[in-house]
């Protein structure tokens, strides 16, 4: 029961700012929001303390509605409350002024609600409730200012993308219950631990939950959305499609380990998945001139890392990149917000500059964020993305390629983190604006951020150093045969993968302040600008043709309704064929009549 | 008891007409239409014999539909002449005869009787009625002349003038064959039906009325009677026939009165389902309901003009005159057969019988025919709703009367199990 | 009790038709609403309230009625339906009783424990639909009332030679359900009777491809929405084929079930894309009708007790949802005398609640866990794929589709820049709303409570058809 209330304390948040918001004066909603969210966190935690917790009430005939707060989803929640609390008090200060204040908080409650249905879910059909929540909330978030049709245009643009993931996610549910006539997590935990049943058919469903994932996440081929959703406004993009939300496909695959451990060749594919879309982020990064989807482009690169990661079979990795990652990304967007606030919203890089001396505070939260995303040793996105490095190395099916081609991405992050703070804070001023520091209600979030993106990495460090986390969660996570690493090696790529970090993060600081760029870099930029075209390609593939098939169809519909008159009125016609016997003649009649008789009389059986 | 009230009354205003006015003369129809009724209502469920006129269930059933359509009739016209009442009473003895003889000469002679009154009838109106009753009656001498050839091959080949005697052979096959296009005729079987949309049209509308009542009631009587051995498989022929022209015919058609006609051909298709199984009470049932609904539409039409009654000089009615409006709206569902009007129920009898006897196809046939009536009979009934410039000068008796008969089919239609046992009964 | 729930609104429809004011209507809804209601919240377990009176004695024919777990589920949503419909419907008295009317003969329908009985219903209700489009129809109503007329008739009319075939084949003694489903028809002539029962039922599911009456059947009813949300209370195609053509031969149901898979995944998939292209709301929301009504069908063809339980229970939701849309559709109608989903824009900033109650609405019908479609929805899903996955597959695209027709109305019609000026929710509207979305999101979050008198009888279902729970 308790576990319920984490999940309907913002639901309550979410009933209440819905209902009667309107009526509250700033910035009571905000304060409500956050305090649930606290509140939500607190007893998250007193909960994982006393060792966890179950909810089971009935729904669906053979599907409960089931919870389960293990370590793994205790992790998660701490995650989402954690950096959820941070963020929405961050928001009471940058929504401030906003006409549509308590809607937001109202959405943003909602939005926490179902991240936890969704983190906590025993059961798949449960999940997926907080699957498709999350994906409303980020619809009504991206479209938070509906008045601008290229909003509203993104916000749609990721539910529906999202739908096509989400397909897959319940044809996943289908074949497990075809299967095992259960979609309880746990139960079909303990019933694959037997020989596998069918195991052509189970691939097919690990695949088709990972589609889901493929969605929410963003990954290729179906990434498109993320960096439209940035039309949301800035701590949604911290929050949801940062920190927490986009991360929810890992969390399935972490979830669903007992399920891939089991199948290789689909680990295979998301390890693969997960690299491309890593190099798709990065390069992707390179071109971007709004500040928000440079950001947005590194969130589809790293969770494309933290793919890679559960693909070789290290879910803890890929878990603990998500915890790193939700630090230094929502800190990155946060400070990407604080100075959007500060140039009075402002988003272009172009236009910015030279806010180095203008911004005292946010500067040094851009820079952590960035080294953090950058990898500079030390800092917390270091150690997770060595963790993933190490972990494909150790991965039996061509290990070292993943390995090298994971670390080129490195360098490429490196690079691009540095353009983004280059182009920001660096250089001279380009725009024409009179920046302002944001108020404390801002940056205090941003400090906890910032100290999360330097200490978050030490929950696991290296052999021999201590590694809690990987304790913490090894319990709840099915284990993958891996070679393992000798301590000099381990420690020898530690060496290396720092190295390649700082090499990459010092060009991008020396490349990004050049005033002239050479050519081959022009012309990448400018199909790096346009993300490879993927969007225009798809709209021209795929989108436009559905659309003009539907105006097709919508057509063709008519004329099946005039097939159908028309068959009505040839029945019509007929009948006036037969109406014109009554010709009015006796002659006529007197023949038909006598000619009937005979019909008559030849049928009659003699 | 009815034949004497029948004839009583027949021979006496014959001679009364000269003397009394013709209200009066009116009023003395309809009474000894009545005591007829109450004869034969008093008498119920007893037979009764006497040489070949034989009142048994059938005769009862039959005679008391036909007494139904001639009151109505008698009820409706607003003749000057007392002839006209005359005749009504003339052929309505008819129809009881033929109703209730086996003999099939004693048959040949109740048609006659019926029909000679009915030829007159339909000449009421001159012009265009007088051609259409001069194809009537030469048509009508016709099928006559077939049903006076199967009578002799009939006794040719059981020896007897029975109808509903056993017999085999194609000499009795052949005899069968043609008495049922003699009556076929009469109850406007296609394809000997022609007559039927041009006198319809051109006969004044209480004539209508009674043929398309009373007739169909005597006739279908005989009809019942000669079938009883068994149907031959020709009368499918008929039934597929009448279904799908009266309905299919019946669309496109812009008169009223016409369009009734076609209905009624379709119906009589529907009816001649029943003969399979020979059951009387299904039978009669759906003619009971048939009668209510046909009789109370062309009430309604001939309260709007005794001529021709075009679908545009409907619109408007139910705005005139909602009682009459509603009257032919519900009238034209019960022709339909949606529930939950008597029609149904009708429909549901003798397509039961259709079905007991295994005759699967005909049954389809005639079920989708009549979705397709669907079509008019609504541009039928909905046409009193739309907007126009309807006139009626109801009495309002006729408005009572139609009220009354509409709630008569609805209530049918609730509880049709209320008039089954008393039918069954007869 | 049964009989008291159905006469309820044909007593009070009558007596609107005769003129008695509107109010009263509303009362009368309210009342039959909150007896419906009653009766659900009451309902044992098994068959309650079994009346049997005869109606044709001799011919087994029985005024048999009675409330099982089904179709008190449809007595609860058609009772909701149509009180929703009172309430904010600003139509004249007339049309409101005839919308009572024909909720009472659809409450007859949804309890007839008699096939004949049934068939009475199915064939009766027709009438009060005929008359509401035709009296407060739009410009071409004609030719989509004869549409409408031919396309039912030529279903049902044939298939009362099913009806008659299931008794006298099958060897049953009356029409009771309880007989027939004792006797159903065996061999080669159950295939034909089937067919009777399933033209008639895929019609009015519908089913593509014949669906084509609908459209026009919605596009010409009165803008305030009422006889659409009637008309969609109407198509029971889905639980007439669960509760007595595919029971009644289950043998021919075997042999034709492929085709309907078939169809209703097409009629899932199609819908949903046409419904894309639908310019004004109406006929948005007739295509919608077709997916939806395609997935239940699904569920319900698929013969497996999930499939089947999902199936109704979508059914039963989309029936409010629908209905809510089309009342919602009026909302806006009397607002700004349009339709016409281009000639919105921006509704959301002068009228929130409006938009929220309209996104509770689309979202419910998009299937939105937490909603009133999702159940339905998931149920069928995992019933359908075990009985045919491509076609569970195919037809499960619509999901995708129906988020795009769906968010893609909502947002041309509530969000982007609007001049419009609108009055958000007032008056009868309010309790609608709140009763609405009520409706949804308890339908949503406690399916459990609401099928569960459903799963016997989706157990029995299967087990006809072999399939075990």
């Known amino acids: 029961m308790w576990l319920l209330l984490t999940i309907l304390l913002p639901l309550v948040g979410f ?302 990795v890929a878990l603990f990149h998500v915890f790193t990652h939700a630090f230094f990304k929502a800190l990155l967007f946060l400070a990407s917000g604080s100075v959007i606030h500060a140039l009075g919203g402002e988003q272009d890089v172009r236009r910015m500059g030279g806010l180095w001396k203008h911004l005292p505070l946010t500067r040094w939260h851009g820079l952590i964020g960035a080294l953090a995303l950058g990898g500079l040793p030390l800092l917390s996105g270091f150690w997770s993305k060595d963790a993933i490095l190490a972990a494909t190395l150790t991965y039996p099916f061509g290990g070292l390629g993943f390995y090298l081609g994971a670390l080129l991405v490195a360098v490429l992050t490196a690079m691009y983190a540095m353009r983004w703070f280059v182009l920001v804070f660096l250089g001279e001023e380009r725009g024409h604006h009179h920046p302002h520091e944001a108020p404390p209600v801002m940056l205090w979030p941003n400090h906890l951020l910032a100290l999360g993106s330097v200490l978050a990495g030490y929950v696991a460090l290296p052999y021999p150093l201590p590694n809690p986390l990987e304790a913490f969660l090894k319990p709840t996570l099915a284990e993958v045969e891996a070679h393992h690493l000798s301590l000099g090696a381990e420690w020898g790529l530690i060496a290396l993968s720092g190295a390649v970090a700082l090499l990459g993060l010092w060009l991008g600081y020396t490349f990004f302040q050049r005033k002239a760029f050479p050519a081959w870099y022009l012309t990448f930029e400018a199909w790096s600008r346009e993300s490879f075209f993927v969007d225009r390609v798809y709209n021209a593939l795929i989108v436009n043709p559905l659309k003009a098939l539907a105006e097709a169809l919508f057509y063709g519909d008519g004329s099946l309704l005039r097939g159908y008159l028309g068959l009505g009125g040839a029945v019509r016609s007929l009948g006036q064929g037969m109406a014109r016997l009554q010709t009015g003649y006796l002659r006529v009649y007197a023949l038909l009549f006598v000619l009937g008789a005979l019909a008559l009389l030849g049928v009659m059986r003699w | 008891m009815t034949l004497l009230v029948l004839s009583l009354f027949s021979v006496a205003l014959t001679l009364l007409g000269f003397f009394v006015s013709v209200p009066l003369f009116k009023r003395f129809t309809i009474l000894g239409l009545s005591l007829a009724l109450l004869s034969l209502l008093l008498t119920w469920g007893k037979p009764f014999a006497l040489g070949p006129y034989h009142v048994d269930g059938i005769s009862q059933v039959f005679t008391l539909l036909a007494l139904l359509g001639a009151l109505w009739t008698v009820g409706l016209v607003r003749s000057g002449r007392f002839e006209f009442y005359l005749l009504v009473l003339y052929a309505t003895l008819g129809m009881h005869l033929l109703a209730s003889t086996q003999n099939l000469i004693l048959m040949l002679v109740a048609l006659e009787a019926l029909s000679l009154p009915l030829y007159a009838l339909a000449t009421w109106r001159r012009g265009e009625g007088l051609e259409a009753a001069l194809k009537y009656f030469l048509l009508g001498a016709l099928a006559a002349a077939f049903f006076l050839y199967g009578t002799a091959l009939h006794y040719g080949a059981t020896g007897n003038l029975l109808a509903g005697t056993p017999g085999e052979g194609p000499l009795y096959a052949l005899a069968l064959g043609l008495l049922l296009v003699g009556l076929g005729f009469k109850v406007a079987l296609a394809p000997f039906h022609f007559w039927t949309p041009d006198v319809y049209q051109g006969s004044p509308t209480p004539v209508v009325l009674f043929m398309a009542t009373g007739v169909k009631a005597a006739a279908f009587a005989a009809l019942l009677r000669v079938a009883a051995p068994g149907v031959p498989d020709a009368l499918a022929l008929l039934v597929a026939f009448s279904v ?183 | 009790m049964v009989i008291l729930a159905i006469l309820l609104p044909i007593l009070f429809g009558l007596l609107l038709l005769l003129g008695l004011p509107r109010a009263l209507g509303v009362l009368g809804a309210g009342l039959s609403f909150l007896l419906n209601l009653y009766l659900f919240l009451t309902h044992p377990g098994g068959t309650a309230h079994p009346v049997t009176l005869p109606l044709l004695p001799g011919v087994g024919v029985y005024w048999a009625f009675g409330l099982d777990g089904l179709s008190a589920l449809f007595f609860l949503t058609i009772g909701l339906t149509v009180f929703l419909g009172a309430l904010v419907a600003q139509v004249e008295g007339r049309f409101l009783g005839l919308a009572l009317l024909m909720s009472g003969l659809l409450l007859g329908l949804f309890a007839a424990r008699d096939l004949l009985v049934f068939y009475l219903f199915f064939e009766a209700t027709l009438i009060p639909a005929l008359l509401m489009l035709f009296f407060y129809g739009g410009e071409g109503r004609v030719r989509a009332l004869y549409t409408f007329l031919l396309f039912t008739l ?43 029962f399933a033209l008639a039922f895929a019609i009015k599911t519908p089913l593509f491809p014949l669906h084509a009456w609908l459209p026009p059947f919605h596009q010409e009813n009165h803008p305030s929405g009422l006889a659409d949300a009637l008309g969609t209370l109407y198509k029971v195609g889905v639980f007439a084929f669960f509760r007595f053509a595919i029971p009644l031969a289950p043998e021919g149901f075997s042999e034709l079930q492929g085709l309907l898979l078939f169809l209703a995944a097409i009629s899932a998939l199609y819908g949903a894309w046409v419904a894309f292209s639908a310019k004004d709301f109406k006929t948005l929301l007739a295509y919608a009708g077709v997916s939806h009504m395609g997935v239940a069908a699904l569920g319900t063809f698929s013969g497996t007790p999930e499939g089947a339980l999902g199936g109704l229970y979508l059914l039963a939701a989309s029936g409010v949802y629908t209905g809510g849309l089309f009342l919602l559709a009026g909302r806006l109608y009397e607002r700004l005398h349009t339709l016409e989903i281009g ?39 995992l019933g359908a794929y075990k009985q045919s996955p491509w076609l569970t597959a195919m037809a499960f695209l619509s999901v995708i589709a129906g988020a795009a027709y769906a968010l893609t109305a909502f947002q041309k019609v509530f969000w982007e820049e609007g001049t419009q000026k609108t009055e958000d929710l007032k008056g009868a509207e309010w309790p609608f709303a709140a009763l609405a979305v009520a409706a949804l999101v308890l339908m949503g979050v406690f399916p459990g409570f609401f099928v569960k008198g459903l799963k016997p009888l989706a157990e029995a279902f299967a087990k006809i058809l072999g399939g075990g729970a």
């Open chain 1, 15 to 316: 009933a209440l700012l819905g209902l009667f918001g309107k009526r509250m004066k700033e910035p009571l909603p905000g304060v409500i929001a956050s305090l649930l969210v606290l509140a939500s966190l607190l007893l998250g935690v007193g909960l994982l303390l006393s060792g966890g917790a179950r909810f089971e009430a009935e729904w669906l005939p053979g599907i409960p509605f089931s919870l389960l707060l293990d370590n793994l989803s205790g992790f998660m929640l701490l995650i989402v409350t954690g950096v959820g609390f941070l963020i929405h008090v961050y928001a009471i200060g940058y929504m401030a002024g906003d006409a549509g204040y308590s809607r937001f908080f109202a959405y943003f409650n909602f939005f926490i609600a179902m991240m936890l249905t969704l983190v906590l879910a025993d059961s798949y059909p449960v999940m997926f409730i907080g699957w498709e929540g999350v994906g409303l909330a980020s619809f009504l978030l991206i479209g938070f200012w509906y008045k601008n049709v290229q909003y509203a245009d993104s916000a749609r643009k990721a539910f529906i993308v999202n739908r096509i993931g989400d397909l897959g996610f319940m044809l996943g549910m289908a074949i497990l219950w075809a299967l095992y006539g259960t979609l309880s997590i746990s139960e079909l935990k303990e019933a694959l631990e037997g020989p596998l049943k069918n195991p052509s058919l189970l691939a097919l469903a690990g695949l088709l939950l990972f589609l889901g994932a493929v969605g929410k996440s963003a990954q290729v081929p179906l990434m498109v959305w993320l960096p439209d959703a940035m039309a949301g406004p800035t701590p949604v993009s911290a929050l949801i499609h940062a920190a927490t939300m986009v991360t929810a496909g890992v969390y399935l695959i972490a979830r669903s380990s007992f399920l891939y451990a089991n199948l290789p060749d689909v680990s295979y594919i998301i390890a693969v998945i997960g690299l491309i879309t890593a190099f798709y982020g990065a390069l992707s990064a390179f071109g971007q001139n709004d500040i928000k989807k440079i950001v947005a482009y590194s969130t589809i690169s790293q969770l494309g890392y933290m793919f890679l990661a559960a693909g070789v079979g290290a879910y803890w």
């Open chain 3, 154 to 196: 030529a279903g049902s009319l044939p298939m009362l030679a099913a009806v008659l075939a299931a008794k006298a084949l099958g060897g049953s003694p009356s029409f009771l359900l309880e007989d027939l489903l004792a006797h159903p028809v065996k061999g080669g002539a159950a295939l034909w009777v089937f067919l009777g």
């Open chain 2, 244 to 426: 799908l022209l009266g309905n299919l015919a019946a669309l496109g058609q812009k008169e009223a009165k016409r369009l009734l006609a076609y209905s009624s051909i379709a119906h009589a298709g529907y009816m001649a389902l029943a003969l399979y199984t020979g059951n009387a009470t299904a039978l009669g049932f759906y003619l009971l309901t048939y009668v209510l609904a046909t009789g109370l539409a062309f009430a309604v039409l001939s309260e709007v003009s005794p001529d021709r009654v075009p679908l545009e000089r409907l619109k408007g009615l139910f705005h005139r005159d909602p009682l009459l409006g509603l009257g032919l709206f519900v009238a034209s569902l019960s022709l339909l057969g949606l529930p939950p009007l008597a029609g149904f129920w009708g429909k549901y009898l003798v397509f039961t019988e259709a079905a007991k006897a295994g005759q699967w196809g005909l049954l389809v046939l005639a079920l989708i025919t009549s979705a397709v009536s669907a079509y008019y009979y609504l541009a039928l009934g909905l046409a009193v709703f739309q907007k126009g410039a309807a006139e009626a000068h109801p009495r309002p008796l006729a408005r009572g009367v139609a009220l009354g008969v509409a709630l008569l089919l609805i209530l049918l239609g609730l509880i049709p199990g209320a008039v089954l046992p008393a039918l069954a009964a007869g």
């Open chain 3, 343 to 381: 000639r919105f824009r921006g509704l959301s900033a002068p009228a929130p609640a409006l938009s929220a109650l309209a996104l509770f609405l689309f979202l419910a019908m998009v299937g939105l866990p937490g909603l009133s479609g999702f159940p339905g929805e998931l149920m069928t899903l």
